[in-house]
């Protein structure tokens, strides 16, 4: 466990996000080694399949992962007050709240994954690919909840390198069994699911068996969990806003796909692969926004504002920088990197077209994410939900049917990142007020210290 209250801001930032940024690379290998060894193996077909299936999944696991995230911020402030009662109390409540969602979602997801690609306007000729795809990750949905809750819990704790060990093993797992499911049984779209789905239930088994032998504060008998009521209502209350947040994302993400679907398989598959790593550029903004995330629980649990300015600051400095670097690589090699996941020339073109547009536009990107990770620290779900509500469905999605319409394909890059500047400008405001410190759960009486006085913004 991490104690993130004292120390250096900047060192303690680096350290704690850098394993973080790291397990998501290794996250983001599960889509990327799917999409990289069917689009080489298998085909043009089964890259689109693959690719237009993401945003699905992301849709069924959003609101449950909302949940992850509202008892991340209460595993951090009252993990900074020293109340471990209270951490033991989300814990449980945690496991027992994701295992009966995951089942829910499992039975929506199988039922709805037809009816959802007939929405999305997905070709005939990639429809049934997507659909054994799309069934096969649904029904192991269980395991990829399962890891998202214990790593959820493990970060509120200041733990980032236990999940970062989960994700490595299970991944190293996934590339073997996609190999081997391709190129020796000839399984095709169904092999690359099927490992995928067996990695993570591995890394889940593995990961909690470990928590057990080594954590006292984390060993539980899943025969006998505690549910709280009072901390389910207040995880879902800052939680909620967040996962409804990103399943607006997830069917903004649906109606983006469903604009690209309209223009065949080579555009599906340009995009899939330039998806993947579209995905790979957002994680360090994204990462350091949910180490701040958790610095900030922590330092205004105990009281510590002061210390939220100064990791805000760092953060932003910190994840811009990499952001120029990650941005200026994605401009000079972009038809390389999409050539990693197919041979196909039109294919490589449409993707290193879309990559090029959006290049510059991460910089407001990451302003906007680390800036709403002081926000979700805090406690306050609804500025960043209200943002990407404005962002994705005031912007985006008209942007993206009005300039499809004008420059075709085109268009639809150019509408991307146009809700990222409302995103950015909304969570600005916002921090700027200062109403954020006000938002923290943990009551007064329980800090470790008298809170410092407010500063200005």
Not at 125 to 145: K, N
């Amino acid at each position: 466990m991490k104690d993130l209250t004292r120390g250096n801001v900047p060192l303690q930032l680096v350290l704690f996000s850098l394993p973080m940024l790291l397990g998501n690379v290794f996250q983001q290998f599960y889509n990327m080694v799917d999409s990289w060894v069917v689009g080489q193996f298998v085909g043009t077909i089964a890259l689109a399949a693959v690719g237009t299936s993401f945003p699905i999944l992301f849709l069924m696991v959003a609101l449950v992962m909302g949940f992850g995230m509202g008892a991340n911020v209460l595993i951090a402030q009252y993990y900074g007050a020293k109340d471990f009662a209270k951490v033991r109390a989300v814990i449980e409540t945690t496991y027992l709240v994701l295992f009966w969602m995951s089942l829910v979602l499992t039975v929506l997801g199988l039922a709805a994954a037809r009816p959802i690609l007939l929405l999305l306007r997905v070709p005939a000729e990639v429809q049934e690919s997507a659909l054994l795809y799309l069934r096969i990750i649904f029904g192991g949905l269980f395991f990829t909840f399962a890891y998202n809750g214990v790593a959820a819990i493990l970060r509120g704790l200041g733990d980032s390198m236990t999940p970062l060990y989960m994700l490595i093993a299970s991944t190293l797992i996934n590339v073997a069994l996609d190999l081997f499911s391709v190129l020796v049984l000839r399984m095709g779209v169904a092999g690359v699911a099927l490992a995928t789905v067996i990695a993570q239930a591995i890394s889940v088994a593995g990961s909690l068996w470990y928590l057990n032998r080594n954590h006292e504060l984390l060993a539980t008998d899943f025969r006998h969990l505690s549910f709280d009521k009072e901390i389910f209502l207040l995880s879902l209350k800052i939680g909620l806003p967040s996962g409804i947040q990103q399943a607006l994302v997830a069917m903004g993400m649906m109606f983006m796909s469903a604009v690209v679907n309209s223009f065949g398989p080579v555009v599906m598959a340009g995009f899939a692969a330039a998806s993947r790593i579209d995905s790979f550029i957002g994680m360090p903004a994204m990462n350091i926004s949910m180490a701040l995330s958790t610095f900030t629980g922590q330092n205004l649990g105990a009281g510590k504002s002061q210390r939220v300015h100064e990791g805000y600051r760092v953060a932003l400095g910190i994840a811009e920088g990499i952001t120029v670097v990650l941005s200026a690589i994605l401009l000079w090699y972009a038809e390389p990197l999409v050539g990693l996941f197919t041979t196909d020339g039109a294919v490589i073109a449409t993707g290193a077209q879309y990559l090029r547009i959006i290049a510059p536009f991460y910089l407001v990107f990451t302003l906007m994410f680390i800036t709403n990770g002081v926000i979700r620290g805090s406690g306050e779900a609804m500025v960043p939900m209200v943002s990407t509500l404005c962002a994705m469905w005031l912007v985006r999605v008209p942007a993206a049917v009005l300039f499809s319409t004008v420059w075709k394909v085109v268009g639809i890059w150019w509408a991307m990142p146009t809700g990222w500047f409302v995103g950015a400008t909304i969570a600005l405001v916002y921090y700027f007020s200062g109403k954020w410190k006000q938002k923290v759960v943990v009551h007064p009486s329980l800090r470790e210290e008298a809170v410092e006085p407010e500063v200005a913004s």
